[in-house]
């Protein structure tokens, strides 16, 4: 199993940046992709960016393309989101997920919230 830890979240003022991370543990041998999900209070959760664990390549939603960027660092097993031009609409709990070769595993989240 692999087990994931979000750290990173707080309170920022609108235009500010927050850096995410998403930290792996156990069987990370079986990563395939990581991904980002944000929901917002009483809103369903929704896929914000995701990288594979081993080529690099990303992909954004429309809502955050040219603002969020994904990165990651397997030396360290980790993957970050960094966010920069928050908005308010960006508050919201940001959960990591990775999908495994053999199942999937979700963090348990981090708040972030943008005062505007």
């Known amino acids: 199993q692999v087990q994931l830890v979000e750290s990173g979240g707080g309170l920022v003022q609108a235009g500010g940046s927050l850096r995410l991370s998403c930290a792996a543990s156990?069987?990370?041998?079986?990563?395939?992709?990581v991904f980002w999900y944000r929901q917002a209070p009483e809103k369903e959760r929704k896929f914000v960016a995701n990288?594979?664990?081993?080529?690099?390549?990303?992909y954004y939603s429309d809502t955050v393309k040219g603002r969020f960027t994904i990165s990651r660092d397997n030396s360290k097993n980790t993957v970050y989101l960094q966010m920069n031009s928050l908005k308010s609409d960006d508050t919201a709990i940001y959960y990591c997920?990775?999908?495994?070769?053999?199942?999937?595993?979700w963090g348990q989240g981090t708040q972030g919230t943008v005062s505007s």
């Open positions: 990288i594979d664990w081993s080529a690099g390549s990303t």
């Open positions: 156990g069987r990370t041998f079986n990563i395939a992709r």
């Open positions: 997920y990775a999908v495994l070769r053999e199942g999937r595993s």
